[in-house]
Every structure is written in structure tokens, then in C-alpha cells.
Nanobody
Framework: QAQVAESGGGLVQAGGSLRLSCAAS????????MGWYRQAPGKQRELVAA???????NYADSVKGRFTISRDNAKNTVYLQMNSLKPEDTAVYYC??????????????WGRGTQVTVSS
């Protein structure tokens, strides 16, 4: 069984930085695209950043120039470096991974989320 798990959330002051990590584990053949989404209270879940297996990246306009997504294929891990954080970045951040697995074939997995809170 495959799974993804996030870590690295927390409380930070505006202007500060955090780095989120997401590791995929289990019976995985390969990892295709991976990404980060976030959901603030009362709002829909939205894409923050995504990265393909080849390293191409895509960012929400609201985080361009402040957040950087990267991946370590050897560790099956994706990172989100968040700089110049703003109170409006406060949300639960979810990892999303498109995996080729032994049991389920190609399937999208979600992590359970990690809370990021930015104080003003």
C-alpha cells in the first residue's frame, strides 16, 4: 500500500519562512507529478505549486517569487520552501502525488495535511 505524508508545518510570523516536506512510501514503481495544495477556513482547496517528474514547475500567482517547489527523486520526497510568508498563507497544506503503484496501478494520493499559521 502506498501513502504520502507531510511534515514541517507550524506557526511563523509574517515575513518568516517554513519548509514543508512530503514523502511517498510503500510499494511504488514510480512517481509522476507531485504538488502542494492548501485550504483555508471557509475556502476551497487550491493548487499552490506542482512539479512534474521531469522537474517542470507550476505556481499559483499568489505565491510566485516567494515559494519554491523541488523534489528529491532518490528519497521520493517533494519540498515546498515558503519565504516571505503572509497571514493570507495561513491554511492546511496538503501533499498530492500521482503514483504508479504495485497494487493499485496509477493513482493519486493525498496526505493528511499540515497546518501553516502565519501571524501578523
Amino acid at each position: 500500500q502506498a501513502q504520502v505524508a507531510e511534515s514541517g508545518g507550524g506557526l511563523v510570523q509574517a515575513g518568516g519562512s517554513l519548509r514543508l516536506s512530503c514523502a511517498a512510501s510503500g510499494s511504488i514503481f514510480s512517481i509522476n507529478a507531485m504538488g502542494w495544495y492548501r485550504q483555508a477556513p471557509g475556502k476551497q482547496r487550491e493548487l499552490v505549486a506542482a512539479i512534474t517528474s521531469g522537474g517542470s514547475t507550476n505556481y499559483a500567482d499568489s505565491v510566485k517569487g516567494r515559494f519554491t517547489i523541488s523534489r528529491d527523486n532518490a528519497k521520493n520526497t517533494v519540498y515546498l520552501q515558503m519565504n516571505s510568508l503572509k497571514p493570507e498563507d495561513t491554511a492546511v497544506y496538503y501533499c498530492n502525488a500521482d503514483l504508479d503503484t504495485v497494487v493499485a496501478g496509477r493513482k493519486t494520493y493525498w496526505g493528511r495535511g499540515t497546518q501553516v499559521t502565519v501571524s501578523s
